[in-house]
């Protein structure tokens, strides 16, 4: 500890927990025995690739999800995207469409709106109904758009303001509503919130469910809602440790908002850093600049990126164990009943028209949302969300692993599918 308290700091604010990165477990897989590739590299392609989608999320955050297959931003982001040959993103034939844009690569991602059903629908909360509508940021809400504001932030200096909130509450209907979802929430709440509304609306469990056809039992306290409700906050954490062991001790990337400094001051002349062409040459950072006058990236939170490091994401990994929990118990070829959509203005839902949403596939989009809505926000790149996932799915399969001895029925074990679309049982 006194190593740590000596550590020196430029400004006011502290380092976020950098001492969980050496923390264990006993359950499961340890923390430090996860293995992930390494990020894009500074000046790669990848990086700059990802870069540029960052940039066109920032500039496509008050444009709503159901506007995107006519808006010419979402095509100007399409088409500038298209032609960064790294992109991880899904493509068609090469190209990035605005019916794939800023959409993750799970099996379900490109499947109805853009949001996961559990981001919209009522939550059944004891003898409470939570409405998913809330307080979110006015259109234009962004930060460190001036190399002034950015430096102060990078010095650790606290934010001037805090986000200017609309006063009606609305339901998620774009990236800057998203942004400020991942923003307020607590570690798990997404998928406690999915959990809850399975439940309600009697989602069937999954076959191995040694209670699926019983005569004379049912499942509670094992195999039951107090079982699964349990095992979505116990593998939240058991994630972020294994995130912050990556983060610290392993990897230690940059954060979007320093990367583009870096972009700023060698598109500006003022420093040449060794950055790829393809986003010095794409159109997103002068139209950007058109709109602010710099090549910094506009944030969503006055206070910047977290003060760790960005790979991976602490929400990917969370996503990625939580919705593995939920896939374990729960039947993925469950079709959800009354799906809805959130009008443009957040106001309502209506009727969403189009294929079947199963309950595997809304998980899986649920997981991208909550992974990739940072990257919404400037916070994170697309690598951090990807990666993220896999790590909490490992994670989550690990714990799963040493419980499935501990159950007395006679059980098959717990099958799923995982981000990959590979079946298996545990």
Known sequence: MTAFEALPLDGQLPLVNPQAAYAFALEGLDPHHVALPAPPAFWSAEMAAEMVELYWQALTRDVPFAAYETHPLIQDAAADLSRCSAFRGPR??????????????????????????????????????????????????????????????????????????????????????????????????????????????????????????????????????????????????????????????????????????????????????????????????????????????????????????????GHAAIAGACATVLKAFFQASFVLPNPVEASADGLVLLPYRGPDLTMGGELNKLASNIALGRDAAGVHWRSDGIEGLKLGEAVAIGILRDLRATYHEDFQGFSLTTFDGTTFTI
């Open 92 to 313: 068609a034939d090469g190209r990035v469409t605005p019916a794939t844009l800023f959409r993750g690569l799970t099996p379900g991602d490109l499947t109805g709106p853009y949001l996961s059903q559990f981001l919209w629908l009522d939550v059944p909360s004891g003898m409470m109904t939570l409405v998913q509508r809330g307080r979110v940021p006015i259109a234009g809400d962004d930060y460190m758009t001036t190399y002034p504001d950015w430096l102060a932030i990078q010095r650790g200096m606290p934010p001037a303001r805090p986000n200017v909130l609309d006063a009606t509450p609305r339901y998620l209907r774009h990236g800057r509503d998203l942004s400020a979802y991942v923003h307020k929430d607590f570690t798990y709440q997404a998928f406690l919130h999915a959990g809850l509304i399975l439940l309600a609306m009697r989602a069937p469990f999954q076959a191995t469910n040694p209670y699926r056809h019983s005569r004379t039992q049912s499942g509670f306290v094992t195999f039951g809602a107090p079982d699964v409700l349990d095992l979505i906050g116990r593998v939240a954490n058991a994630a972020l440790k294994a995130t912050w062991c990556q983060k610290w001790l392993m990897h230690r990337r940059l954060r979007p908002e320093e990367f583009a400094g870096r972009v700023h001051q060698t598109l500006s002349g003022a420093v040449r850093y060794p950055i790829h062409t393809d986003v010095l040459n794409a159109v997103a950072p002068s139209t950007l600049f058109h709109t602010t006058g710099t090549y910094l990236l506009p944030m969503a939170y006055p206070e910047g990126c977290p003060l760790h490091p960005a790979y991976p994401a």
